[in-house]
């Protein structure tokens, strides 16, 4: 079971980027009593109007057209998307406020209480996830394929599986904090 916040009953949380793991981020803290926001740089035009009205059904609300101070100002998590740059001026400043900013799979970490095999390096993450996961299959194991593969790693349902296999980028290792993969696989690194 990882380490991290499991209580966010009432806590603020602010999520930069409207993706699917800024998406699926979001799902996972409202159902579980989080007061979220989301922050997304793209105009509502460019914006799918099903996942706005989702996302409102579940009382997120979400800025769109920039990032702004108004996203923080009553964060006490922050939690970010795989594409969002960590030097952007909302960042920049909850780093000087002392807020935690952590990406999803830093959150989904402190939420799964199965074991997780982490695939990242330069390149074939998705080859190998796909072949890990096939092998385990193979022996009888129930597993999930997720991060960069797929569905988002915050996403899954650990319940009735044994292992997760998680393809993990630079970007998401970027803002982890206690992620600490069962089985963690580097492939490679080149710049």
């Known amino acids: 079971m990882g380490e991290g916040i499991r209580d966010f009953k009432n806590k603020h949380v602010t999520i930069f980027g409207l993706?699917?793991?800024?998406?699926?981020?979001a799902k996972k803290l409202a159902s579980l009593g989080a007061k979220v926001i989301?922050?997304?740089?793209?105009?509502?035009?460019?914006?799918?109007p099903g996942v706005l009205e989702e996302l409102a059904g579940l009382k997120v609300e979400v800025e769109l057209g920039g990032h702004t101070a108004k996203a923080i100002s009553s964060a006490e998590l922050i939690v970010v998307s795989p594409g969002i740059h960590?030097?952007?001026?909302?960042?920049?400043?909850?780093?000087q406020r002392?807020?935690?900013?952590?990406?999803?799979?830093?959150?989904?970490?402190?939420?799964l209480k199965k074991p997780i095999i982490a695939v990242t390096g330069t390149n074939g993450k998705t080859t190998t996830t796909t072949l890990i996961g096939e092998l385990l299959k193979a022996g009888g194991k129930r597993v999930a394929l997720a991060g960069n593969i797929g569905s988002p790693l915050v996403g899954v349902d650990d319940s009735n599986l044994d292992y997760?296999?998680?393809e993990i980028s630079s970007y998401q290792l970027e803002t982890v904090v206690n992620f600490k993969p069962?089985?963690?696989?580097?492939?490679n690194i080149q710049p």
């Not at 960590?86 to 780093?95: M, Y």
């Not at 069962?182 to 492939?187: A, K, N, Q």
């Open 182 to 187: 069962w089985i963690s696989v580097i492939l």
């Open 38 to 48: 989301i922050s997304e740089v793209r105009p509502a035009a460019q914006v799918d």
């Open 164 to 166: 997760i296999v998680a």
């Open 19 to 25: 993706a699917k793991s800024g998406v699926a981020a």
């Open 98 to 111: 002392g807020i935690p900013i952590i990406s999803e799979i830093e959150l989904a970490y402190g939420l």
């Open 86 to 95: 960590l030097d952007i001026p909302p960042l920049e400043q909850a780093k």
